[in-house]
């Protein structure tokens, strides 16, 4: 049984946070704005949950529909299911246990929220089948990642003004960035299987579309952030995430695997940071 727990967490990445965290941040955005700086904690607690176990969905049911293609990726051919140690069908029900848990979640919240939950689960399911029928499975990723921002609105203000579908458009922007350079890891193998990607499909002129749509994330930001009535702590952090992406930029200026995989990581900052302007600035206007 320890064993099996083990392999399921394994499946679920549970050791790797970052996916959790880039989709947390955005929640966080959308739910400190939506309440005007002070959110209702039940309904902050119900969104943490939700992201972790809909994150853990979502990594379950990519994996089932990576089972013939991991075993030949050197990154993921140790996961649970390419190594045979977790069967497909086990894997199917874990992820239908995971979203029978999302459900229990969100039907805490309002009807309205309710309702768009029913995108997000469809987005997380339809997700990992996107890289065979599209070059770009990241536009998909990112509203899938933003998708808790409208359900955030929906949750606290019963509806989902212009701003929240601003804030969806930056997420969309930043999922784009950061996971053409994640998909820039594996472009080599991706190419070798047939897994499509923003990555290939931008080719040489990948930095290029990954600074670009960092400029467009910085450019929402600053929008959102006088839509929403936001200040000095939230222009600080916007500056400063600015920064971050001239980093990641110097990082991935080479193509060189590890140090694009670090660039990639160095976005969980980058949402951090928003967030804490957003907390400061409520907190002291």
């Known amino acids: 049984m320890k064993e099996r727990i083990i392999q399921y967490a394994l499946l ?13 941040w955005p929640t966080l955005w959308a739910l400190w704005i939506a309440g005007e700086g002070r959110p209702d904690a039940a309904v902050v607690v119900v969104f943490v949950a939700g992201v972790f176990v809909m994150r853990s969905a979502g990594c379950v049911i ?27 069908g086990e894997a199917l029900g874990l992820f239908a246990a995971l979203c029978l848990i999302g459900l229990g979640l969100v039907l ?14 469809a987005l997380a399911a339809s997700y990992p089948f996107m890289k065979r029928w599209t070059y770009l499975p990241q536009v998909h990723l990112g ?34 960035a950061y996971d053409t350079m994640y998909a820039m890891v594996d472009r080599e ?36 952030g006088r839509e929403a009535g936001l200040g000095v ?18 990082l991935i200026s080479d193509r060189e695997p590890a140090a694009c995989f670090k660039a990639f990581l160095n976005n969980h900052w980058v949402g951090a940071l928003i967030f804490g302007g957003i907390v400061a600035d409520y907190a002291w206007a």
Do not use: C
């Open 233 to 250: 702590f939230h222009d600080a952090a916007t500056a400063l995430s600015a920064l971050l992406f001239l980093h990641q930029q110097h």
């Open 108 to 121: 805490t919240l309002n009807r309205l929220a309710v309702l768009y939950s029913l995108a997000a689960v």
């Open 62 to 88: 990519n994996d089932f529909a990576d089972r013939e293609v991991d075993p030949h990726v050197r990154r993921t051919m140790n996961r649970p299911i390419a190594s045979g140690k977790v069967r497909p």
């Open 189 to 224: 193998d991706d190419l070798r299987v047939g897994i499509r990607s923003t990555a290939i499909l931008f080719g040489d002129a990948d930095r290029f579309f990954v600074g670009a749509s960092q400029i467009a994330v910085i450019v929402v930001l600053v929008l959102a």
């Open 143 to 176: 509203i899938a990642f933003g998708w808790g921002i409208p359900m955030a609105f929906a949750a606290l203000a019963n509806a989902v003004p212009p701003l929240a579908w601003l804030l969806l458009t930056g997420v969309v922007a930043w999922a784009v």
């Open 12 to 24: 679920m990445r549970v050791h790797q946070p970052i996916g959790t965290l880039l989709l947390l």
